[in-house]
């Protein structure tokens, strides 16, 4: 059973699942196998919408959480989690308009729109999961 405190390492696995989907459909549309790549990057919409509600849900009751220590570290912890901010809030309506362009077969502009759609959002969804690790496993706040 999974309790309320379990809910960032549900985000964290649910980002890391998001990153390999990207990446599998990546190495999918690499290799021309288009329904392979299709079903990764629906399910890598998935699992992103999933972290979404787990992550809107656990924030909404738990409020902030505060990196103090090791003071050295906070101001590169700082540092990724504001490009993880501005992406993520970036990537929501980059992949509504990624998806809706492969949905309606306008496979010219999904691609160029999917070019730089990918990275962001393989970023956010790693540092995402590094986020957790530095919050959670690495140094965590007592």
Same mark, same amino acid.
């Given at each position: 059973?999974?309790?309320?405190?379990?809910?960032?390492?549900?985000?964290?696995?649910?980002?890391?699942?998001?990153?390999?989907?990207?990446?599998?459909?990546?190495?999918?549309?690499?290799?021309?196998?288009?329904?392979?790549?299709?079903?990764?990057?629906?399910?890598?919409?998935?699992?992103?919408?999933?972290?979404?509600?787990?992550?809107?849900?656990? &924030?909404?009751?738990?409020?902030?959480?505060?990196?103090?220590?090791?003071?050295?570290?906070?101001?590169?912890?700082?540092?990724?989690?504001?490009?993880?901010?501005?992406?993520?809030?970036?990537?929501?309506?980059?992949?509504?308009?990624?998806?809706?362009?492969?949905?309606?077969?306008?496979?010219?502009? &999904?691609?160029?729109?999917?070019?730089?759609?990918?990275?962001?959002?393989?970023?956010?969804?790693?540092?995402?999961?590094?986020?957790?690790?530095?919050?959670?496993?690495?140094?965590?706040?007592?």
């Amino acid at each position: 059973m999974i309790t309320f405190s379990d809910l960032p390492a549900v985000n964290a696995f649910l980002n890391g699942l998001s990153a390999l989907f990207l990446t599998a459909g990546y190495l999918f549309i690499r290799r021309k196998r288009q329904r392979a790549h299709r079903n990764c990057m629906i399910a890598a919409v998935v699992t992103s919408t999933l972290f979404l509600v787990c992550y809107l849900t656990y &924030h909404s009751q738990a409020g902030r959480t505060i990196f103090r220590e090791p003071a050295w570290f906070r101001p590169i912890y700082l540092s990724i989690l504001l490009t993880h901010t501005v992406l993520a809030v970036v990537i929501l309506p980059l992949v509504v308009m990624t998806l809706n362009r492969a949905l309606k077969e306008r496979f010219e502009f &999904h691609k160029k729109i999917a070019r730089w759609t990918w990275p962001i959002w393989m970023y956010v969804s790693l540092t995402g999961v590094l986020i957790y690790l530095l919050l959670y496993q690495i140094f965590p706040q007592r």
